[in-house]
């Protein structure tokens, strides 16, 4: 068996990437994280055309409509994502991550060398594509396990990982300000954490972090609302020790 970090070849992956033009950004899920990051992301594109987004859904619901409705190409089967992006990002809830990621991978070993080299049936559109999680508790090693793809070349199977990026966005994305802390897997190249950085650069401030403080930081921004209120109630308890009325300090 012969190992390689990149799946096929290079020049391969060059010929079936689609060339040169917008990166086509797929979303797996499309609830309200999904929803922030394309509105900053079509906000920060405007004119520029860099990004063309999509998106799978599992039945055609409130959700798939209001991606519609922001001109995303919707769908409700993932091979369209598979088919179609340079970037796959996954929005589903973390019990649904790794069924989700077994069926990729079956794509993806379904390539047979004839549709390589040959043609035949449809090919995607990236042979290698980033994968991007933005599941709490999903560890990058549990994704990569199920990233590991064998294709047949021949007379030998060529074994490879798709790149992973796991992180953390933040619901203000949706305004160009959201946070988003990431941990890059051990088979993403420079150029997938460049291709990670224009796309969540675009909607906010990234951080790269170790991976054992993403889910600290997911407690940390979910309950931050509640840290403010927790200073504002100190303060408005310090009005009332100086003599205001109870309800002054809250007006």
Same mark, same amino acid.
């Given at each position: 068996m012969v190992e390689?970090?990149? #799946?096929?070849?290079? %020049?391969?992956?060059?010929?079936?990437?689609?060339?040169?033009g917008?990166?086509?950004v797929g979303f797996i899920g499309g609830g309200?994280?999904?929803?922030a990051i394309t509105e900053g992301l079509l906000q920060a594109d405007d004119k520029q055309k860099r990004f063309k987004i999509h998106a799978s859904f599992a039945?055609? #619901?409130?959700?798939? %409509?209001?991606?519609?409705?922001?001109?995303?190409?919707?769908t409700t089967n993932n091979k369209d994502i598979v088919l179609s992006c340079d970037v796959i990002i996954l929005s589903v809830k973390p019990h649904q991550v790794l069924p989700v990621l077994e069926e990729l991978r079956k794509i993806y070993q379904d390539i047979d060398e004839n549709q390589l080299l040959v043609g035949g049936a449809p090919l995607p559109r990236n042979l290698r594509p980033l994968i991007v999680s933005v599941a709490t508790s999903i560890t990058i090693k549990q994704i990569e396990e199920k990233t590991e793809i064998s294709w047949k070349m021949g007379r030998a199977d060529m074994l490879g990982h798709l790149p992973v990026i796991?992180?953390?966005?933040?619901?203000?994305?949706s305004v160009r300000a959201g946070v988003t802390v990431y941990t890059s897997g051990h088979f993403s190249t420079e150029n997938d954490n460049k291709l990670f950085l224009d796309i969540f650069n675009s909607v906010g401030f990234t951080q790269d972090v170790p991976e054992q403080y993403i889910d600290g930081f997911t407690a940390f921004t979910g309950s931050g609302v509640a840290f403010m209120g927790l200073v504002m109630e100190a303060l408005a308890d310090g009005g009332v020790l100086v003599g205001f009325l109870e309800e002054w300090p809250t007006k």
């Open positions: 390689s970090g990149a #799946g096929p070849s290079s %020049k391969r992956f060059k010929m079936a990437s689609g060339g040169e917008a990166t086509h309200n994280l999904a929803r039945t055609n #619901g409130e959700n798939y %409509k209001k991606m519609q409705s922001l001109g995303v190409a919707v796991r992180c953390l966005p933040t619901v203000a994305s």
